[in-house]
Antibody
């Protein structure tokens, strides 16, 4: 069974840092692009970042460029999102997703809530 | 970034009746490899999103055939032939042709 389990969310002050993680099982993690998608409370979905199978390519939405870093450890079947200089508008549920744009593969975690507030 | 614009944003439907959602992109979604990486996602209340349709008109495994997608270039449509109670939720279009991938604002479907 494919499973993606996020962790590491919590309350952080504006300007602070947090790292969220995603532990993957049930498929060959190193063969798939991975993504982070977020959803602010009561709002829509926003694609945050993607990372290639070997970590050699990364893409970010403009609003997080220079502040967030996506990374992966294929030996540990884990995906990460390091978030620095956090702002109130970064408050959201952060989902880990493995979804190929070519179709036929789409799996999401349950999400982890990050709250940025003083 | 590519802007995805959905309409309507709210769609009250009658059980057993059809429903349709439109999505327009700010630029063509035809990739240089010839594919159009346009998707529809469903998010039921309290659940994570899941993809229903990929590459405009292909259903993911397990998606009921009452869901269908169509369109090309910049204009796309999701149709539900006969709405069932389990279809309540928010539907998002999403493009994967251009970086960064982007979603539409979402269309909330509920029962009249």
């Amino acid at each position: 069974e494919v499973q993606l389990v996020e962790s590491g969310g919590g309350l952080v002050q504006p300007g602070g840092s947090l790292r969220v993680s995603c532990a993957v099982s049930g498929f060959t993690f190193s063969r798939f692009w991975m993504s982070w998608v977020r959803q602010a409370p009561g709002k829509g979905l926003e694609w945050v970042a993607n990372i290639k199978e070997d970590g050699s390519e990364k893409y970010y939405v403009d609003s997080v460029k220079g502040r967030f870093t996506i990374s992966r450890d294929n030996a540990k079947n884990s995906l990460y999102l390091q978030m620095n200089t956090l702002r109130a508008e970064d408050t959201a549920v952060y989902y880990c997703a493995s979804t190929t744009r070519g179709g036929g593969w789409d799996h999401w975690g349950q999400g982890t809530l990050v709250t940025v507030s003083s | 970034d590519v802007v995805m614009t959905q309409s309507p944003l709210s769609l009250p439907v009658t059980l057993g009746q059809p429903a349709s959602i439109s999505c327009r992109s700010s630029q063509s979604l035809v990739h240089s490899d010839g594919n159009t990486y346009f998707n529809w996602f469903q998010q039921r209340p309290g659940q994570s999103p899941r993809r229903l349709i990929y590459k405009v008109s292909n259903r993911e495994s397990g998606v009921p055939d009452r869901f269908s997608g169509s369109g090309s270039g910049t204009d796309f449509t999701l149709k539900i032939s006969r709405v069932e109670a389990e279809d309540v939720g928010v539907y998002y279009c999403m493009q994967g042709t251009h970086w960064p991938w982007t979603f539409g604002q979402g269309t909330k479907v509920d029962i009249k």
